[in-house]
């Protein structure tokens, strides 16, 4: 059974299916394809995603719309919303799954409509480390657990499935919301899905096709959150998700106002949060790094990095040690006006990087730059909430701060590890002249983030000395110049 795609019916050019050939009948030969099935064979074809695809194969008396056999994965269009047809496709999916298919359905109009998406969401789903979308039978409600509990206490709400499912959803929501998120950013976005699905045993993938698709929306998000500090959460992640590439666009400002509408909250707070992200998202990238009180001692070169002539090698590593110990020491505060200072730190850390080499760098290049090693600004910050949502952070929200702090060390490391490989990769990357490839990039980008998290570890109590002693207004108004 389908869940309806919202707002937009069947288009009427569209005609369904017929029904399934009986089991006891041998498949008929092929039919005329519809325009949704045609549009989709076009992308499908060739082997363009990498693997093979099948259309109108038979297999136990039905005739498959499209089916990738070397994954076991089946791909249906449907173009009829009545009882029958609904019936029938159940059972279809079900003797489908008992052999061993996974199989992913959209209407016509989702393929007509939203292409790329229904693409992207079979890319997911080709991905062996992907759980299997699965559309839930009925009138789909993706918060759907409503049994009666506890109320929580006002001092001391507590996170749950429901409340984790919501958040995810808003930030995805705000992820997407300026419609322009070009393919490189929703990658990323997809890629931390499947991480986070497999470091929670959830199924974010699957919410991430459904916000893709727009099957689920703001107002069941929004209706999940029961607690005021958890909708204070959520607008303030939403905030500086649509900041994270800067400051938000208008379709992004419609969204974070009818959120806060949604949420039930003040407009002339949510208006002021809104401004003091915007604030830091247009902070200049040519400033100065903060320093640390005192620096740390022997922080080490990279492994395997070169001796290069021109600016001091050493001085550099300082720097981005100190950048990283100062990102990671933000992950431990409370406020959400920390999470938003990292991204403007990082990029300040490339820019100072790059003009030690001797290139004058802007925002559209620094941004570009991560983008290419796998860097994308808002699916950053996606993943460093995703990451406290998975990893207990965010599981007791503490108080009027709007946040919550349990298991600390999940959203420092990331943050750590993330700006000294982002640091490293740029020394390299411009001090060979800006000659590496992306592919060269990425590698390496990979590598040095892993060798930062056996580095995190060895400064954890600078970090957190950091995290004591830091004034975060001061911090801010340094960022903003």
């Known amino acids: 059974m389908r869940n309806a795609f919202p707002c937009i019916d069947p288009a009427p050019s569209c005609t369904a299916k017929p029904p399934p050939t009986p089991r006891s009948s ?47 994965l089946v791909v249906e269009v449907d173009g009829s919303q009545h009882a029958e047809a609904m019936q029938q496709d159940a059972a279809r999916t079900e003797v489908l799954t008992r052999a061993g298919f996974r199989v992913l359905r959209f209407w016509n109009n989702e393929v007509l409509m939203e292409t790329d998406a229904v693409v992207e969401a079979i890319v997911g789903a080709l991905n062996p480390s992907s759980p299997p979308h699965r559309t839930p039978p009925g009138n789909f409600s993706p918060f759907p657990s409503r049994s009666p509990r506890p109320a929580p206490t006002p001092s001391e709400p507590r996170m749950n499935p429901d409340h984790t499912r919501a958040l995810l959803t808003i930030a995805l929501m705000a992820a997407f919301a300026d419609g322009h ?156 006006l920390a999470s938003w200072a990292i991204i403007p730190l990082q990029t300040r850390l490339v820019y100072r990087v790059g003009k030690a080499h001797g290139f004058e760098l802007d925002r559209g290049h620094i941004t570009d730059f991560l983008a290419t090693i796998g860097v994308g600004l808002t699916s950053q910050y996606v993943e460093q909430f995703g990451r406290k949502l998975v990893g207990g952070l965010l599981g007791k929200v503490l108080g009027k701060t709007g946040r919550a702090l349990g298991s600390a060390a999940t959203g420092s490391a990331f943050s750590f590890a993330t700006t000294w490989a982002l640091g490293q990769v740029a020394k390299r990357y411009y001090s060979g002249g800006r000659k590496l490839d992306s592919a060269a990039l990425k590698q390496m980008f990979a590598g040095l983030t892993d060798e930062a998290r056996g580095l995190q570890s060895r400064y954890q109590p600078q970090i957190a000395e950091r995290a004591r002693t830091l004034d975060l207004k001061q911090l801010t108004a340094q960022l903003r110049g």
């Not at 005329?32 to 099935?37: G, K, N, R, S």
């Not at 064979?41 to 499209?66: A, C, E, M, N, T």
């Not at 999940?224 to 500090?229: K, S």
């Not at 500086?240 to 969204?255: I, K, L, N, Y």
Request: with cysteine.
């Open 181 to 336: 998120q070009d393919a490189r950013e929703r990658e990323h976005v997809r890629r931390i899905a499947e991480s986070l699905s497999s470091a929670a045993g959830a199924d974010f993938i699957t919410l991430y096709q459904d916000v893709l698709l727009r099957r689920v929306k703001l107002e069941d998000a929004a209706a999940a959150l029961d607690a005021p500090e958890l909708r204070q959460l959520a607008f303030e992640t939403a905030v500086g998700v649509c900041d994270a590439d800067g400051h938000h666009s208008a379709d992004e400002t419609a969204f974070l106002e009818r959120l806060a509408a949604l949420l039930g909250l003040d407009a002339g707070r949510a208006h002021a949060l809104v401004d003091e992200a915007d604030a830091l998202a247009d902070a200049p990238v040519d400033g100065a790094l903060p320093p640390l009180p005192a620096d740390p001692a022997a922080p080490p070169p990279a492994a395997s990095a070169a001796t290069t002539p021109g600016p001091d090698q050493a001085e550099l590593d300082r720097m981005i040690l100190n950048a990283s110990i100062l990102n990671g020491a933000l992950e431990l505060l409370p406020q959400s």
């Open 26 to 72: 041998p498949p008929t030969c092929a039919r005329t394809l519809t325009d949704a099935e045609r549009k989709l064979w076009q992308r499908l074809r060739g082997r363009q995603l990498g693997i093979k695809f099948r259309r109108q194969h038979p297999f136990q008396g039905y005739v498959l719309d499209f089916v990738c056999l070397e994954q076991r």
